[in-house]
């Protein structure tokens, strides 16, 4: 068996061969029918070729015209197929830890004094690795004097440094560079007479590398550090957060202020006024604060490089000097995520002199714009690059056309002449994006364009026109989230040869699972459940007596649960047709109705304030006295009555059967307000009278006779449509007008990989638009006619079955005339529209069609949808999918996962 070139997901084995139908012509994949075999090889044997008209191995992604086909559903099939499992890339190795402090490279961290003194002695030692060229590693100082003790990497050396209160300065530099990430231990002292610093190799026993000792001018003191000092690691006093009340240091306090990058281990500082030492434990709970750096160890061996982590890392750097002309860039990079920004950047102010540099799919993809239009991708194809191992890219746009080169393989080149040779990025508020672009940055200025996601990776080497990019510069990063200059894992050097390896493909001949969320219990109750059937009730046959009690006065208490606006909830008459008394209790458009006709022929209607169709139960009280009428909901202390004397003899005659629910055909209701059965469920249902001391016991579980009623589900619900999965789906118009300027908004769960949400389609199939969910993503397609049709797809999605992990998601597409945009969760794809499909009126289904197999349009789905469909917009009106011309396999209200 083959393997796939998607390694993010299963695809298919095919033997023989699949024929889809286009137009009149058959599109075979995977080989050719017996009838066509013969004559091709006839053909063949004429000229002496042989060929082969089966194949063996994985196809996946197959599009014709810009329509992707479903190549588990196709018109015909001859041989069997199975599941492929697809390629898997080798896991980056999980590094080993040991003891230390990483310093992401933009923080601090502040010891507490504790017995340290360093009025006229004191000694310190800690063990450090870095890249950097230039930081601080330890200092003590204060906010608003001049005196000082520090230690930094300055220029590759090591650097010990003080200043008094009488601005004496006293400098010891190493002779050799220690930014080569080795362990190093540093051991520093002075007394009155003199200072002392020896470097250590940590990685050969603490061998001694390097000794210094000078005398000192005068008696060295510190009198104004004995108190309040500030002890830091990793940073100039300037990081500190200011107190109120204070100013920003004016001092400089040692050769640089850059905050340190790597990792420090095994502090130790003198105790008193004596150069013994004792180790300082050092955690997030004994440090007085810190910013920017990690207690949970370090990594044992580390490679240069900058690393970004997380889902928004970025870096945002200012180099207006160097984008105002930008010619080449150049860095290496290493990562095993197959999407993510290497690097962007786009005039602030014009926003079309842009380039764009990602990894897609593995590939290198590179756009870019001078100003004069956005140019086709520049981009390697059939690559991994996305394999831990370091890539090493060239862009350059100072040719004749820009031209790309990754490691030692082919330059690719522009299609474009770039005049001038440069791109212009001028304007003061812009820009360079290394990594990712920030989370509030949702769609990228400049352009449409695949990848919006940071990429989880290591960039080392990064240069602009040949100038290397400083990222320990506060001046240039302005701004960051999950960059770490600490060092990055080294790169993987086992790799296995390309193709790599797949599992053997499954024994059976099944599609892979289409559920990628678990589904959750369920359960039903003893309450009924009415609505999902037509006209459905439960009646009940009164005996005389028990007609007799409603003649003057009762109480009705009921308690309900709906997310339907209009329904049926008690209906009793004097008579099935021709009536002249009645009594019911209703919802319309949400609001419960009690109307009533007694002897007097005087009608009531009494209605609450609120809406009680949000899918709560709900308990209401109805009291009648004579003509006087009253409702209560008391949790919500709604009230209302027709303020009627209840001392005027009435009474209600009775002959009909009394109905719970619903009223069952034949029966008159043009008294009613509305007829529509309950949709919802009854959980009680009591009825007293107060001036015979009697009550009426209606069973909920055996009436006289019923239609639909079904057990109650226990779960709490949700406003929306719940469809089935089998058989499930809604007409929701006869004749939908399909054109530009169509907004569409859809708020829903599932935990399926695949089928369908909206679909409107012409009788002949050639004109259609279609939304659908394949394979975890969601997409949108348009088309008329024979042109090809126009399809987007989620590609910004944080995980590859995000809109099937059974939490509620929200997509809106917009159809306009020059792009359909297609947005899921905030996260925007679009396609630019080349002409303007144009579809006339046609049914729209929701979640599904009657007869998946009568309609094929281009390889989406047409299969039922199963989860919940809580809300549908279209054009900034809300749809009530109650409301619809047919449906089948659907329950108003959606269960919700047990709490």
């Known amino acids: 068996m083959g393997a796939s070139v998607n390694h993010n997901s299963s695809v298919n084995t095919y033997d023989k061969y699949f024929t889809f139908a286009e137009g009149i012509t058959p599109l075979f994949v995977g080989g050719l029918p017996q009838s066509y075999r013969v004559e091709l090889l006839n053909r063949v044997n004429q000229t002496t070729k042989t060929l082969s008209t089966d194949f063996e191995g994985c196809i996946a992604n197959v599009m014709f015209g810009n329509q992707e086909f479903d190549l588990w559903r196709p018109d015909n099939l001859e041989g069997s197929t199975s599941c492929c499992e697809g390629p898997s890339l080798p896991e980056g190795p999980q590094p080993d830890i040991i003891p230390g402090l990483r310093f992401a490279g933009f923080g601090y961290l502040e010891v507490n004094q504790d017995t340290f003194d360093v009025y006229n002695q004191a000694a310190v030692s800690f063990e450090f690795r870095t890249f950097l060229q230039d930081a601080v590693l330890f200092l003590v100082s204060r906010v608003d004097l001049i005196s000082y003790i520090g230690v930094y990497v300055n220029e590759g050396k090591v650097v010990y440094q003080m200043t008094t209160s009488g601005n004496a300065k006293y400098t010891i530099a190493s002779l050799g560079n220690y930014n080569d990430a080795n362990w190093y231990k540093v051991y520093i002292s002075f007394n009155e007479s003199q200072h002392n610093m020896d470097i250590y190799n940590v990685s050969d026993g603490d061998s001694l590398l390097e000794s210094f000792s000078q005398r000192t001018l005068a008696p060295l003191r510190f009198s104004n550090l004995q108190y309040s000092p500030k002890i830091l690691l990793g940073a100039h006093i300037s990081a500190l957060p200011l107190l109120p009340g204070t100013s920003p240091t004016q001092f400089t306090h040692g050769p640089n202020g850059l905050p340190f990058a790597g990792a420090i281990n095994n502090v130790m500082m003198s105790n008193g006024s004596s150069w013994d030492l004792e180790y300082r ?32 890392a970025y870096a945002k750097l200012k180099v207006p000097d160097l984008l105002k002309l930008t010619q080449t860039i150049t860095f290496s990079f290493k990562t095993f995520d197959p999407h993510g920004i290497l690097a962007y950047s786009y005039d602030g102010q014009s926003f079309n002199k842009i380039f764009y540099v990602v990894l897609y799919h593995g590939n290198l993809f590179l756009q870019y714009n001078i100003g004069n239009g956005q140019s086709q991708p520049l981009q390697t194809r059939g690559l991994r690059l996305n394999t831990g191992q370091w890539q090493t890219v060239s862009i350059d746009f100072s040719g004749i056309s820009a031209s790309l080169t990754v490691n030692d393989l082919p330059t690719i080149y522009g299609n474009r002449q770039i005049v001038p040779r440069g791109i212009p990025i001028t304007a003061t508020n ?4 290394v990594g990712g672009v920030p989370e509030t940055t949702p769609v990228l200025p400049g352009g449409q364009y695949p990848v919006r996601n940071s990429i989880n990776s290591g960039i080392k080497d990064f240069a602009i026109n040949g100038v290397l990019i400083n990222f320990n510069d506060p001046e240039v990063v302005v701004a960051q989230l999950g960059m770490d200059l600490s060092g990055i894992t080294p790169e993987v050097f086992t790799l296995p040869p390309l193709p790599y390896p797949t599992q053997p493909p499954p024994d059976d001949e099944t599609p892979p699972a289409m559920s990628c969320a678990a589904p959750f219990p369920v359960s039903t109750s003893q309450d009924v459940r009415l609505g999902r059937v037509p006209r459905g009730y439960l009646a009940y046959d009164l005996t005389a007596a028990e007609r007799a009690n409603f003649q003057n006065s009762f109480i009705i208490n009921m308690e309900f649960r709906t997310v339907s606006s209009n329904g049926v909830l008690l209906y009793v008459a004097d008579a099935v047709t021709n009536v002249r008394q009645f009594m019911a209790l209703a919802l319309l458009e949400g609001k419960l109705q009690f109307s009533i006709k007694t002897s007097t022929q005087q009608r009531y209607n009494i209605t609450t304030k609120a809406r009680y169709d949000d899918g709560y139960w709900h308990e209401v009280v109805v009291l009648r006295i004579n003509d006087f009428v009253a409702i209560l909901v008391q949790l919500k202390r709604d009230y209302a009555n027709n303020a009627i004397s209840s001392n005027t003899p009435s009474t209600l005659t009775l002959g009909s059967s009394f109905y719970v629910g619903g009223i069952a055909n034949g029966v008159d209701t043009t008294v009613l307000p509305v007829s529509d059965t309950f949709d919802g469920c009854i959980r009680k249902l009591e009825i007293s009278f107060t001036d015979t001391s009697q009550s009426l016991d209606l069973n909920l579980g055996q009436p006289t006779a019923s239609r639909g009623v079904q057990s109650c589900i226990q779960n709490d619900i949700e406003p929306g449509a719940s469809f089935s999965g089998v058989g499930s789906w809604i007409q929701l118009e006869n004749d939908f007008e399909v054109s530009v300027n169509l907004e569409i908004t859809i708020m829903l769960r599932t935990r399926e990989r ?11 199939a050639r004109n259609f638009f279609a939304i659908d969910i394949f394979d975890g993503s969601v997409r949108v397609a348009v088309g008329h006619q024979t042109e090809p049709a126009y399809f987007v797809r989620s590609s910004q999605m944080s995980s590859l079955y995000d809109i099937c992990n059974g939490r509620s998601h929200e997509i809106t597409v917009k159809y306009t005339s020059s792009q ?12 630019t529209l080349a002409d303007t499909p144009v579809i006339t009126s046609s ?9 998946p197999n009568s309609i094929s349009i281009g390889g989406m789905s047409t299969n039922s949808f199963l989860g919940c469909i809580q809300a549908l917009t279209i054009n900034g009106v809300s749809r009530d999918l109650g409301r619809n011309v047919n449906k089948a396999g659907i329950s108003t209200g959606c269960p919700l996962p047990p709490i």
Do not use: E
Not at 307 to 312: I, P
Not at 754 to 764: E, K, N, P, Q
Not at 820 to 831: A, E, N, P, S, W
């Open 430 to 433: 812009s820009y360079l994006y």
């Open 820 to 831: 359909l945009q297609l947005t899921v969760d905030g996260k925007m794809d679009t396609t």
């Open 754 to 764: 695949g089928s369908a949400l909206l679909l409107a389609v012409s009788a002949s």
């Open 281 to 312: 434990v050092l955690t997030n709970d004994t440090v007085q604060q810190y910013l920017g750096v990690s207690f949970t160890g370090v990594i044992a061996q580390v490679a240069p490089g900058i690393a970004f982590k997380g889902a928004y």
């Open 843 to 851: 049914p729209l289904f929701i979640g599904g069609v009657p007869d």
